[in-house]
């Protein structure tokens, strides 16, 4: 499966953006798919998953409030509107889809919030 994302850039701080994950292929397994994130000299980190089939989510308590990640109904694209974006949101974010344990990641795509 491969994994494009889009719908990153630069903006304000209190500004929003809206990042989605197309997946190359479908299942019926039960699977997630999520987004995480890495800044310049920082680990990588989890910001939102979904679990497809239930759709149920969990966030990193960084995020929670002002990220709200959603799947379209074929749960082939996932999205991430992210709010009141701050610096600290700068970083790269990768789509992620997790099935049986193998996870796949996508080639990630730049959020820049500036002050």
């Known amino acids: 499966v491969q994994l494009v994302e889009s719908g990153g850039g630069s903006v304000q701080a209190g500004g929003s953006l809206r990042l989605s994950c197309e997946a190359s292929?479908?299942?019926?397994?039960?699977?997630?798919m999520g987004w995480h994130r890495q800044a310049p000299g920082k680990q990588r980190e989890m910001v939102a998953e979904?679990?497809?089939?239930?759709?149920?989510?969990a966030y990193a308590d960084s995020v929670k409030g002002r990220f709200t990640i959603s799947a379209d109904r074929a749960g082939n694209t996932i999205y991430l509107q992210m709010n009141s974006l701050k610096p600290e949101d700068t970083a790269k974010y990768y789509c992620?889809?997790?099935?049986?344990?193998?996870?796949?990641w996508g080639q990630g795509t730049q959020v820049t919030v500036s002050s």
């Open positions: 992620t889809r997790r099935l049986n344990n193998v996870i796949t």
């Open positions: 292929e479908s299942t019926f397994l039960i699977h997630t």
């Open positions: 979904i679990t497809i089939n239930y759709g149920s989510t």
